[in-house]
């Protein structure tokens, strides 16, 4: 047990000390405060200019400019409109020479006419906030010509009452998926990249140590399946590590930025009223499905001799991962479809995919608790082959690009 803990402690240091480890982490540590602060920073550069935006208006009638002030005041606009006695022509010299970004004209008696002109169409954004206004504008004015009141007004605008209700017990209210529908997003992007990334870095170490002579040392005093579950426990155990860092960066970076998870994005994004069993079945998932694909990725490393050729060797299991997405991500929008049931069980899928039905449905408790069996019986029938194959792998040498010699690793292992 001493050795196995040697292992685990050289996996976890090397790797945690390494630039690539140290500097992905502090840029996405970045990141978080980044995106927490960006309407700040992005105020910072704006700086008082949308505070005082003058637009000159050309007002051939003279009756449009006053009201419009008072439709964009009404749409929070801090657009001021100031009329001009320049020609159209003169405006748009102004417009050129750069003196001015922009100018409006109005025309029309019955129903306005207007046209937006700006020097590029970069600046033709603000010109949606002004057809809001003027259609909000135009209503009023037919509105008078029709001699319609207020309620009558209000009626014909009325928006439609229109409430979703599913039949299915396991489906859940709009709102409850508009809660659970964007932190499970976030959440699976997570637990995809991890089930890449981490067994992805035990490959490259185990076909490291092979290219650099040092396995022969290693497995002379420890057993090359001690060794191969001391490499798993310790790059996992880096990777929950990093993914705690992650997550109190991100409640810094909210406390940072002055809000809180009902405002802004997070509303959108559903982090209001979330289950506290979203979050346990997300870090369930995450080790699970990590656990899952390390086994298969050290597996994979220990065939290959040279670093080089450990992308081609864990092509397969980056298939699996991909697929696995695919379903995922195709499954938020229709949770409850059959291929996304199905796909749930399948061990290699399910950390992505269960998880999804769990976070967007209010599925049975059997349902989880099963496809978490036929992974945790996976994890243990690929442990016991990928020891079998791993005994034998870290004494090949050699060019190994198949998985041919997963048959050669293991007969090398008996032999041993």
Known sequence: MHSFWIIFKQAFKTKAMTKSFLITTLVVVAFFFLLANLPKIIDGFDGDDNAQQILPVLDTSGNYTEPLQLQLAQLDSALQLETTKLTEAELRTSVEEGSIDAFLVLEGEDRIAARYVAESANELGQAMGIENALQNLQTAMVAQQLELEEAELAQLFAPVEMQREAVSESSKSQEELSQARGLVYILIMVIYIAVIYYPNMIAMEVANEKSSRVMEILISSVSPVKHMFAKIAGIGSLGIL?????????????????????????????????????????????????????????????????????????????????????????????????????????????????????????????????????????????????????????????????LKDIRKAIRLGNEK
């Open 242 to 402: 990093q993914m705690v860092v992650f997550a109190f960066a991100g409640y810094l970076a909210i406390q940072s930025a002055g809000s809180e998870l009902t405002e802004g994005v997070f509303s959108v994004m559903g982090f209001s009223e979330v289950k506290f069993s979203t979050f346990f079945y997300a870090i369930l998932f995450f080790l699970l499905g990590y656990f899952l694909y390390a086994v298969l990725a050290a597996l994979l490393g220990s065939l290959v001799s040279r670093t080089e050729d450990v992308q081609q060797l864990m092509l397969p299991m980056m298939i699996l991962v991909i697929i696995a997405s695919f379903i995922a991500f195709s499954g938020i929008s229709m949770p409850e479809a059959t291929y996304v049931t199905v796909a749930s069980y399948i061990p290699f899928f399910a950390p992505l995919v269960m998880f999804l039905r769990v976070g967007l449905l209010d599925i049975p408790l059997w349902e989880p608790l099963l496809s978490i069996a036929i992974m945790l019986l996976t994890i243990g029938i690929l442990g016991w082959f990928g020891a079998r194959v791993y005994r034998g792998g870290v004494l090949m040498y050699g060019s190994s690009q198949s």
